[in-house]
């Protein structure tokens, strides 16, 4: 409980900042539609949001140890804020491309912060619970965010208001703790080439983890209205798929210790392809079997980010560990950002259906490959152990290597 006590001012910022971001992604897709944004421009704004992510990973860092970490969470939440804010003021594409990286830039500005300064308070004794705490606040953030959908009517002022003042509440958990902030440690240097030595198959399962997870979110809400969704309906759907992805977290995160994790990922992507296929049907058999269909995916293909980064730290070395997570942070973005421009052409030119095929084709390449390294090279007898790894910023990968005991 102490620890838990300790944490709740970071905590409870983590909790409103992914309401306010987060609520932005789908109320941005769903304001363009309404305004008259092509499928292409939609897509852009989410390419925009995972280009702001990655320079708010790289930045955060060198700022924190320019200014501090109160100074530089203060500044990446007022960025933030002030791009949501100007939405309704300049209502064109390009503009708002702008402030989704400004926007992206600011949340991973901020989970940079928050994740440093709970590695430098969490023990061995009690990382385990810090960090079971911080996946389910990252998590009922994110469910929180698609909810809120629901309530807030696209394209009008009041509803970007209300994420910002949202935004603006996160500052005051961070800037009022009396905890004292942490010594600034160095920035991980980025490697991408380390993610494809350490496992070529943990490297492209990242990638098509990036284009999965980003095609459905950024794009998501123009597969619900092209199926005749209402607002408040897209909100359930996105959520389902949140919720779907929490659920599995366990179940899978045991047949990835017990099982060759190769074939586990291997399963999870003949599983995704199934729930493309399901994806692309249930529009025929009424709104609770599209739910359904969003659950299943989501369960499906969330874990793949995690499982996949697993098996990539089972041939790395200890001192090897952060620089891998932020490489395979690199790598999703890569999907990330290219995903959601071809999700919405696709759907534009061909359909609803075809981005699930666009899915479909990458889990399937995933699949080929997959095969192919299981003949290339042995499973590892010392692994380490499975868990959740939240996209968040290149410290995550601190915060989930243990302390080594003195």
């Given at each position: 409980?102490?620890?838990?006590?300790?944490?709740?001012?970071?905590?409870?910022?983590?909790?409103?900042?992914?309401?306010?971001?987060?609520?932005?992604?789908?109320?941005?897709?769903?304001?363009?539609?309404?305004?008259?944004?092509?499928?292409?421009?939609?897509?852009?704004?989410?390419?925009?949001?995972?280009?702001?992510?990655?320079?708010?990973?790289?930045?955060?860092?060198?700022?924190?140890?320019?200014?501090?970490?109160?100074?530089?969470?203060?500044?990446?939440?007022?960025?933030?804020?002030?791009?949501?804010?100007?939405?309704?003021?300049?209502?064109?594409?390009?503009?708002?491309?702008?402030?989704?990286?400004?926007?992206?830039?600011?949340?991973?500005?901020?989970?940079?912060?928050?994740?440093?300064?709970?590695?430098?308070?969490?023990?061995?004794?009690?990382?385990?619970?810090?960090?079971?705490?911080?996946?389910?606040?990252?998590?009922?953030?994110?469910?929180?965010?698609?909810?809120?959908?629901?309530?807030?009517?696209?394209?009008?002022?009041?509803?970007?208001?209300?994420?910002?003042?949202?935004?603006?509440?996160?500052?005051?958990?961070?800037?009022?703790?009396?905890?004292?902030?942490?010594?600034?440690?160095?920035?991980?240097?980025?490697?991408?080439?380390?993610?494809?030595?350490?496992?070529?198959?943990?490297?492209?399962g990242v990638v098509v983890s990036g284009i999965t997870?980003?095609?459905?979110?950024?794009?998501?809400p123009l597969y619900g209205l092209a199926v005749g969704?209402?607002?408040?309906?897209?909100?359930?759907?996105?959520?389902?798929?949140?919720?779907?992805?929490?659920?599995?977290?366990?179940?899978?995160?045991?047949?990835?210790?017990?099982?060759?994790?190769?074939?586990?990922?291997?399963?999870?992507?003949?599983?995704?392809m199934l729930g493309c296929a399901g994806m692309a049907?249930?529009?025929?058999?009424?709104?609770?079997?599209?739910?359904?269909?969003?659950?299943?995916?989501?369960?499906?293909?969330?874990?793949?980010?995690?499982?996949?980064?697993?098996?990539?730290?089972?041939?790395?070395?200890?001192?090897?560990?952060?620089?891998?997570?932020?490489?395979?942070?690199?790598?999703?973005?890569?999907?990330?950002?290219?995903?959601?421009?071809?999700?919405?052409?696709?759907?534009?030119?061909?359909?609803?259906?075809?981005?699930?095929?666009?899915?479909?084709?990458?889990?399937?390449?995933?699949?080929?490959?997959?095969?192919?390294?299981?003949?290339?090279?042995?499973?590892?007898?010392?692994?380490?152990?499975?868990?959740?790894?939240?996209?968040?910023?290149?410290?995550?990968?601190?915060?989930?290597?243990?302390?080594?005991?003195?």
């Amino acid at each position: 409980m102490r620890v838990l006590i300790s944490f709740a001012a970071l905590f409870s910022s983590v909790l409103m900042l992914q309401l306010a971001f987060g609520g932005v992604v789908p109320l941005d897709a769903l304001s363009g539609a309404l305004l008259g944004f092509t499928g292409a421009q939609i897509g852009l704004l989410g390419s925009a949001h995972f280009l702001g992510f990655f320079i708010g990973c790289w930045w955060a860092p060198r700022l924190m140890g320019d200014v501090g970490h109160s100074r530089a969470f203060a500044a990446f939440t007022a960025a933030g804020t002030i791009s949501i804010l100007a939405h309704m003021m300049l209502v064109d594409p390009w503009a708002w491309t702008l402030m989704r990286v400004i926007s992206g830039m600011a949340i991973a500005g901020c989970y940079t912060i928050i994740e440093a300064w709970v590695q430098s308070r969490v023990t061995n004794k009690t990382r385990g619970r810090a960090m079971g705490v911080y996946r389910v606040v990252d998590v009922s953030g994110s469910f929180g965010a698609q909810l809120l959908i629901a309530f807030l009517e696209p394209a009008v002022y009041l509803s970007y208001n209300l994420l910002a003042l949202i935004a603006c509440a996160a500052l005051f958990p961070v800037l009022l703790t009396k905890s004292a902030a942490p010594a600034t440690g160095t920035a991980p240097r980025l490697r991408p080439k380390l993610a494809w030595q350490r496992s070529p198959l943990g490297a492209a399962g990242v990638v098509v983890s990036g284009i999965t997870g980003a095609a459905f979110r950024m794009v998501g809400p123009l597969y619900g209205l092209a199926v005749g969704l209402s607002a408040d309906r897209i909100a359930l759907f996105l959520s389902a798929y949140v919720l779907g992805g929490a659920l599995a977290q366990l179940p899978v995160g045991y047949l990835a210790d017990k099982y060759d994790r190769r074939y586990v990922l291997i399963a999870l992507s003949a599983a995704a392809m199934l729930g493309c296929a399901g994806m692309a049907m249930a529009t025929q058999g009424g709104v609770t079997l599209l739910f359904l269909a969003a659950g299943f995916f989501g369960a499906t293909t969330f874990p793949i980010y995690s499982i996949s980064t697993a098996h990539a730290h089972d041939f790395a070395a200890q001192d090897e560990r952060v620089e891998l997570s932020a490489a395979h942070m690199f790598l999703y973005a890569l999907g990330a950002i290219a995903s959601p421009v071809i999700a919405s052409a696709l759907i534009t030119g061909f359909g609803p259906g075809a981005m699930f095929g666009f899915i479909a084709l990458a889990h399937l390449m995933l699949i080929l490959f997959g095969l192919l390294r299981i003949r290339a090279r042995a499973a590892p007898e010392d692994r380490t152990r499975y868990v959740y790894a939240p996209r968040t910023s290149f410290i995550i990968g601190r915060l989930l290597r243990r302390k080594p005991e003195r």
